[in-house]
């Protein structure tokens, strides 16, 4: 196949036979392709923790409480002043004062990696996590 390096990787044996063992109940049918998935995955989370300007698509997944003087207009101004990278909301009632948000998310890693920020940071706003793929 053009294009494809073969490489040798060491591991304990006991972290190779976890990998084999949830590989397979995932439905990986060989080791190369979960860490061909692995692999990207890992460069996807770099990028975005180094920031670059490396374009990536993901999400940004939050809970907050909806009952913190002024979130819920914090957050819709920066929903508005990051509507470039921001291409859908979704808003979820969980409990009377809790709400989930799911913001999806496609441009340069650099204005991601603000936008979260801007979220995480302030106040009422819990396990903010983010997913991200390179395009």
């Known amino acids: 196949m053009p294009g494809v390096i ?12 976890e990998f084999d063992e949830v590989i397979s109940k995932v439905g990986y049918k060989n080791r190369s392709k979960a860490i061909l998935d692995a692999v990207k995955s890992f460069l996807a989370d770099l990028k975005w923790t180094m920031g670059g300007s490396e374009r990536v698509v993901g999400s940004l997944s939050f809970l907050y409480d909806h009952g913190v003087k002024g979130l819920e207009d914090y957050l819709t101004d920066i929903e508005h002043g990051f509507r470039s990278i921001i291409t859908a909301v979704l808003h979820i009632h969980v409990t009377d ?6 913001i999806a998310v496609e441009g340069p890693a650099e204005e991601i990696k603000k ?6 940071s302030k106040k ?8 991200v793929a390179t395009i």
């Open 97 to 102: 004062r809790i709400c989930h948000k799911i």
């Open 115 to 120: 936008l979260a920020l801007k979220i995480a």
């Open 124 to 131: 009422g706003v819990e396990q903010l996590k983010v997913n």
């Open 6 to 17: 073969r490489f040798g990787v060491s591991l304990p044996s006991d972290v190779a036979r």
